[in-house]
């Protein structure tokens, strides 16, 4: 039976104060968030003081807020969309030999996708995934299950807190292309899932998935309101660079400002290989921006800290001031940000454990805008299989004094 936490009320205060607005929140110049736009509550009075304590009316120009893309600023996933569009469309290029399509790719996976996509179409050329519904089905399966339609495991050997091999697979599979084609896809299917009514579904191959996407408004509000008082905002996502600089430019945020996974380039044409980030060489492909590898290109690409200390936890003032995410492959830049951390609760087990435990009061939990997640039935376990190690494996989730986090009831949804 859990005990329940009682705080003095003397704490509650101090807490309270923490984050009370600075006298410079009344300032001319400090724009406030639409008090219109719905949070969880107190959530957006704690986003106001934070923007008027470090933002241009506290005299603080140019901090830098970093923000997940997929599930955080938007609801849904902006590669699945391109993928899904891709597949109806003909984009994919059959590899000579599905194993150079991804380092970690099992040979069940490649013997699988070889005799589901065949050889009729030569190398290098379009597979005709809009009508064979077996190879569209066998690649959506190890994309999206990480399994064969057969149900073997599709990748195997890579580091899990620096590398997620479904989500590099999809920069994988538009190899072939120019980075403005890719992003001539990614408009395509941004067109048709913001067009598509929300909880719309399409048909890839013979299976039904997601056929609709939406910028959530209150990160709409947001980062116009963060813009607006002089921060320099950041997005980092696990989606392919050129697709998430499409989706991006929609809130105003300039692609130099966007970090996705970025593919190494031969004769200005998409490879297989991906680009390597602090000590990890380019074709290496062992780490893309996810968990720790989100913090690695965010302190080499917004900081300028290069080789393995990227890999590390920065000085305060090469941290973000501010930083959201909605997942566990968000958690590590997320943890780092100085002032204000939000978790938008998809009921991902690492990062809600974290953000539930508050170590130092800078967090703060909102549900999903669109279509919220129900609480979870039970605390999540984070004493015990709350994180995942390097090799993959169930771990206790520790908090940054290095104490094991109590498992976590869910109170935000």
Wanted: aromatic content about 8%.
């Amino acid at each position: 039976m859990r005990v329940p936490l009682l705080i003095p009320i003397a704490a509650v205060v101090i807490g309270v104060l923490s984050w009370a607005p600075t006298p410079s929140a009344a300032a001319a110049d400090c724009v406030a968030l639409d008090p219109g736009q719905v949070w969880h509550g107190e959530n957006r009075q704690r986003l106001d003081a934070m923007i008027a304590e470090h933002g241009r009316c506290a005299g603080r120009p140019g901090p830098r807020p970093v923000f997940d893309w997929d599930n955080t600023v938007i609801r849904n996933d902006v590669g699945d969309a391109t993928l899904f569009w891709a597949l109806r469309n003909d984009v994919v290029r059959r590899p000579a030999d599905w194993a150079d399509s991804s380092r970690h790719l099992t040979p069940d996976a490649a013997t699988a996708l070889q005799n589901a996509c065949g050889t009729a179409v030569a190398a290098g050329k379009p597979l005709p995934t809009s009508t064979d519904t077996r190879c569209a089905d066998e690649i959506l399966s190890v994309y999206a299950t990480a399994a064969t339609t057969t149900g073997a495991s599709a990748f195997a050997g890579y580091d899990h807190r620096r590398m997620e091999s479904t989500y590099a697979w999809l920069p994988q599979l538009l190899a072939g292309w120019t980075p403005a084609e890719v992003r001539g896809f990614a408009a395509a299917a941004r067109r048709e899932n913001l067009a598509a009514p929300v909880g719309a579904t399409q048909l890839v191959g013979t299976q039904r998935v997601t056929g609709w996407v939406r910028y959530y408004d209150q990160q709409r509000d947001l980062l116009k309101t963060l813009r607006r008082n002089g921060f320099d905002i950041w997005v980092v996502s696990a989606s392919p660079q050129d697709v998430v600089e499409v989706w991006a430019a929609g809130v105003g945020v300039a692609a130099n400002r966007v970090v996705g996974i970025r593919s190494v380039r031969k004769a200005g044409v998409l490879t297989p290989r991906l680009i390597g980030c602090g000590d990890v060489p380019d074709g290496a492909d062992s780490v893309i921006t996810y968990i720790d590898g989100k913090r690695c290109w965010v302190n080499q690409e917004i900081y300028g800290v290069r080789g393995a200390k990227a890999f590390e936890r920065q000085a305060e003032g090469k941290r973000p001031v501010f930083a959201a995410g909605d997942s566990t492959t968000d958690l590590t830049f997320v943890r780092d940000a100085t002032a204000l951390r939000l978790a938008i609760n998809r009921n991902k087990t690492e990062l809600m454990c974290h953000a539930y435990h508050d170590l130092d009061g800078r967090w703060i939990v909102n549900p999903m805008f669109i279509q919220p997640k129900p609480a979870q039935a039970k605390p999540y376990p984070c004493a015990t299989t709350g994180a995942t190690d390097a090799e993959g494996s169930p771990v206790p989730a520790v908090d940054d004094a290095g104490h094991v986090i109590p498992d976590q009831l869910d109170t935000v949804h």
